[in-house]
């Protein structure tokens, strides 16, 4: 993550319920609204924040997505299974005599990380609901 975005977003993690425009962003990190701009729009690409309708004022404002910490994790285990299936891959064509063992680690780990996540992701799930 750029470091602009980084600071974007830990500013919006100690925002107020009501979020910040994107003016109140770029005084408070004392940078052009420009830079928020981009910023914000990454933030938004990558599911981390959204845009708030505040009746009565023309600017937007923007906050952290509810859930999002679960699911930009599920957006990453997708690509955990393509990792696990390049490792796969890469065993059935790998040359005679090579080592096999980084493969079969990086396969494992993530079979692995695929079989617990989803009880994870459900137990957490449970936990937000009480």
Known sequence: ?????????????????????????????????????????????????????????????????????????????RKLQTLHDLANEGLQVLPEGADPAALEEMRDFYALWLELFPNMLREWQERRKV
């Open 1 to 77: 993550m750029p470091r602009m975005t980084g600071r974007v977003l830990g500013a919006l993690l100690q925002a107020p319920a009501s979020g910040y425009t994107p003016a109140e962003l770029a005084a408070e990190l004392q940078v052009s609204r420009a830079a928020i701009s981009g910023a914000l729009q990454q933030l938004n690409l990558m599911g981390l924040s959204e845009s708030v309708p505040n009746p009565g004022e023309r600017a937007g404002r923007y906050r952290v997505r509810p859930g999002a910490w679960a699911s930009v994790t599920e957006q990453g285990n």
